[in-house]
């Protein structure tokens, strides 16, 4: 089974190997989200900029769930964003697909 298209594109964001696991690379997902938090905030803070995470959506559910691992809440929203760009990316080449040549720029 292949794993989603939202989660490879997590996996490149991240710089991390492709998926071989689903499970294993979850945890891996969130073990290097949970080194950047300690060791390179700056670069955790650089990639979900990059990614386009709601930054107004991530401080509200670490605050409604202070006991959740911010690690899981983290790549829970990497992997919805991805998931929401590339579904906006299919419908836009839906659409450009049934517009004839003039209606085209």
């Known amino acids: 089974?292949?794993?989603?298209?939202?989660?490879?594109?997590?996996?490149?964001?991240?710089?991390?190997?492709?998926?071989?696991?689903?499970?294993?690379?979850?945890?891996?997902?969130?073990?290097?989200?949970?080194?950047?938090?300690?060791?390179?905030?700056d670069r955790l803070i650089s990639i979900?900029?990059?990614?386009?995470?709601?930054?107004?959506?991530?401080?509200r559910l670490l605050k409604e769930n202070p006991v959740e691992d911010a690690a899981r809440i983290i790549s829970a929203l990497m992997i919805e964003r991805q998931a929401e760009k590339l579904k906006s990316r299919q419908q836009s080449s839906g659409r450009d697909k049934a517009l004839d040549d003039e209606e085209k720029w």
């Open 1 to 41: 089974m292949n794993p989603p298209e939202s989660w490879q594109a997590v996996a490149a964001s991240m710089d991390m190997a492709p998926i071989v696991q689903e499970g294993q690379w979850l945890q891996e997902l969130e073990s290097e989200i949970n080194r950047l938090l300690v060791d390179d905030f």
């Open 48 to 59: 979900l900029y990059r990614m386009d995470v709601s930054e107004v959506k991530l401080k």
